[in-house]
């Protein structure tokens, strides 16, 4: 504290520094306002015990040998295009000028990617037409193409639903905002032991908890619908033989 009582920081104070907001960051800075202001969202949170899922996932990528080493997306992703047949609306765009909204036959992934230059959000085509080695290939190829700047237009084109994780970060929940004219956004963060009460034995056990978050445009999706599809999805996801079966 200085002698008039107020906080005095340490070291030496750094120059103000302007960075013109330009090119790919731009677009997406105007994208997301256009969609924050012109869609109705409201999140779900859930929590998804998987403990059983990891603990197969190690198993599978124990004998991988070389090969590229299983991540929990792609797993997600399988679950998700096993679940939309059942909820067609959220894999969905919403017209504004027309006020139409069409269902997609084909499910499209987008997975926003976070890069240097901004926030890219490539597209694995037709994901329910592909195997879980597959999409696993895929995107980490359109990963490191978009790090790497080297990503074509047609590669972030068509997404019918889009997948935002902070996984590799961390975090509790978050809120993502859903990417227009798609009607829903699943947010992903680190999955971390918990105890959980195993109302059998009469005791916490610890598990492996994977915070999902669900953000939606209510223009076209409606809360009972979204929780439905939400704990649809928590039950796939928390037992491997949902997925691949």
């Not at 030496?12 to 330009?22: G, L, S, Y």
């Not at 779900?44 to 190690?58: A, I, W």
């Not at 999902?212 to 996801?237: M, P, W």
């Amino acid at each position: 504290y200085n002698a008039g009582g107020g906080f005095s920081p340490a070291g030496a104070t750094r120059a103000d520094e302007e960075k013109k907001v330009i090119g790919l960051r731009k677009r997406v800075a105007q994208n997301m306002a256009a969609s924050k202001r012109n869609i109705p969202h409201f999140s779900y949170v859930e929590e998804v015990d998987v403990t059983e899922l990891e603990r197969m996932r190690g198993d599978l990528n124990a004998h991988r040998g070389q090969k590229p080493k299983l991540t929990m997306l792609p797993l997600m992703i399988t679950a998700i295009c096993k679940l939309i047949p059942q909820y067609p609306m959220i894999n969905a765009r919403y017209d504004d000028e027309a006020g139409i909204v069409t269902q997609h036959g084909a499910i499209h992934l987008g997975m926003a990617t976070q890069t240097d230059g901004g926030l890219m959000v490539p597209v694995i085509k037709d994901a329910d037409r592909k195997g879980i080695v597959e999409i696993s290939k895929e995107l980490g190829e359109l990963s490191a193409a978009a790090r790497d700047g080297k990503l074509k237009g047609g590669d972030m084109q068509g997404a019918s639903f889009t997948i935002s994780s902070l996984g590799g970060i961390g975090g509790t929940s978050f809120t993502p905002i859903v990417n227009a004219p798609e009607v829903a956004i699943l947010g992903v963060t680190r999955s971390k032991m918990a105890p959980v009460w195993d109302a059998d034995k009469g005791k916490f056990k610890p598990r492996n908890m994977l915070p999902l978050s669900l953000s939606y445009d209510h223009r076209a999706i409606d809360g009972a619908l979204a929780a439905r599809f939400c704990v649809t999805l928590k039950e796939a996801i928390s037992d491997i033989r949902n997925i691949i079966l």
